[in-house]
């Protein structure tokens, strides 16, 4: 197993081994399978780290840029090398926050032990039906040492944990409805209860957990190859593609990449008209600026129109056993609490903010998470490059706003300073079936979905908006468990 493998970490740092040397080397051992030496070698089954970009631009990530490169072999010598790694080495940046944050949550000293942050992982993860994490943390659990009866099912772990099902179900699908109640249930059982700072490092898991399904799902990341689903033994089969078709070429492969430019040509000049959009609302915002009261109505319509947003073709998905037994009430969604027409109350930013309240709270409760949550999100949010597509030297400022704005706007938070009426202007309605997908029902999101929006922009591009949602969920989640926390507290 790659993942765990015990190298010393200077040794693994003087190899400088690149993603690419890795696939040879996979490559050279299916050669060797191929020999009769009596030795089963797996083969990957999936064409890459993602079902949806190209495998040969996510390589080619690491070749160019020195900074992932890096990033990459670091993470290789702590035995965490990902396919999620993989994908988001598009924004190095970004990727060596994330690397750390986690290391944090999951490695370093903190009020839980390491089982314990692995199974809660693993809670999170199975809300969402994310096979892949939770196998991931299925893993690490019993690395560290967990009892694998707790794997058998949720009603198999300690009454503590089990305790914090009802937390996990409403921070994943409708945070709104978190009280001071549900957070006293849990710091004043009479037996098992979990200490403030315990309950603030499960909370930051739990969120972490949710919103990285997300962009799990909504990246199309395959299972890693020393998980379930991510290898056979099998021989690859002749109508198949084999780990090397897409840097080689491959008929069949040629000929969908010959289809897809031709959509792109349908699709021409899509980028143009937002970035028309962008500057005719900007020469707006310069001459006249909307009332209060305006600006209020335009939120609640935009909250209510989210709301009447399907996602995935309002299909419904059955988690198979292997997830489900880690979670109870699988019934419990989203979805059904928006086809019941119940509304969400509006949270007010101005009330309670990440920046005033909630990272203080956790650095004071948890310290340095605060800190390292604090420098992810401003990250994701800031991170451009100042480009659209082919296009040089274009402010994106508005069009990252709008989306952080759009996501926070479902789940009922509001910016007293902020015109929701850009959010439509900017973000055309295929684009918000696929952030309500994504962001409320990551398991439905499909290819198709993640190819319909954004036609002409780059897979690096399309990653950085999954960066921006995956981050800009978590945040939701964390305002309400913290106002939550806070009010018990006072």
Request: aromatic residues 10%.
């Amino acid at each position: 197993k790659m993942r765990h493998a015990s190298a010393d970490n200077d040794t693994v740092k003087n190899t400088s081994l690149t993603v690419t040397d890795l696939f040879k080397i996979c490559a050279h051992c299916e050669r060797l399978s191929k020999k009769d030496i009596g030795v089963r070698i797996p083969r990957p089954l999936g064409n890459g780290p993602s079902r949806f970009i190209p495998e040969k631009e996510i390589l080619q990530v690491s070749k160019v840029d020195a900074r992932t490169q890096s990033i990459f072999e670091e993470a290789f010598s702590l035995g965490h090398l990902d396919n999620i790694s993989l994908v988001m080495g598009f924004h190095p940046q970004y990727l060596e926050s994330f690397l750390r944050t986690q290391h944090y949550l999951l490695q370093m000293d903190g009020p839980l032990s390491l089982h314990y942050r692995h199974y809660i992982g693993i809670m999170a993860a199975a809300r969402h039906q994310c096979s892949y994490l939770v196998n991931l943390h299925v893993n690490d659990f019993l690395q560290v040492g967990g009892d694998p009866k707790w794997l058998n099912g949720l009603e198999g772990a300690p009454q503590k944990l089990q305790a914090l099902g009802e937390l996990n179900k409403i921070l994943a699908h409708r945070p709104w409805l978190l009280t001071k109640t549900h957070i006293e249930s849990l710091l004043k059982a009479e037996e098992n209860s979990w200490s403030l700072a315990e309950l603030i490092h499960a909370v930051v898991l739990l969120t972490h957990y949710h919103s990285l399904a997300s962009f799990t799902f909504g990246c199309g990341i395959t299972p890693d190859i020393h998980t379930d689903g991510g290898h056979t033994f099998r021989p690859p089969s002749l109508s198949g593609y084999c780990v090397c078709d897409i840097a080689n070429g491959n008929g069949a492969l040629e000929e969908m990449l010959g289809n897809q430019q031709v959509r792109v040509a349908e699709v021409s000049g899509e980028v143009e008209v937002l970035m028309e959009r962008m500057k005719q609302l900007q020469e707006c915002r310069d001459e006249e600026e909307a009332s209060q009261e305006e600006m209020t109505t335009r939120f609640e319509r935009e909250k209510t129109e989210s709301m009447l947003v399907a996602t995935a073709e309002d299909e419904e998905c059955v988690p198979s056993r292997d997830v489900s037994r880690h979670f109870e009430d699988p019934s419990y969604g989203y979805q059904d609490f928006s086809r019941r027409g119940e509304h969400v109350p509006t949270f007010r930013v101005q009330d309670y903010s990440w920046e005033d309240h909630g990272f203080s709270l956790v650095n004071r409760l948890y310290p340095d998470v605060g800190q390292l949550l604090d420098e992810k999100f401003q990250i994701a949010y800031n991170l451009t490059y100042n480009t659209m597509a082919t296009h040089q030297g274009v402010d994106t400022s508005m069009l990252r706003r709008a989306i952080w704005n759009y996501i926070h706007c479902m789940f009922g938070i509001r910016y007293d300073d902020y015109d929701y009426g850009e959010i439509n202007e900017l973000l055309d309605r295929s684009f918000k079936v696929y952030i309500k997908t994504m962001v409320c029902s990551p398991e439905k999101t499909t290819k198709r979905m993640y190819e319909s929006f954004w036609r002409q922009f780059q897979h690096s591009e399309k990653v950085h908006v999954n960066l921006l949602l995956m981050e800009a969920r978590m945040q939701a989640e964390l305002l309400y468990a913290l106002r939550a926390i806070t009010r018990y507290m006072t």
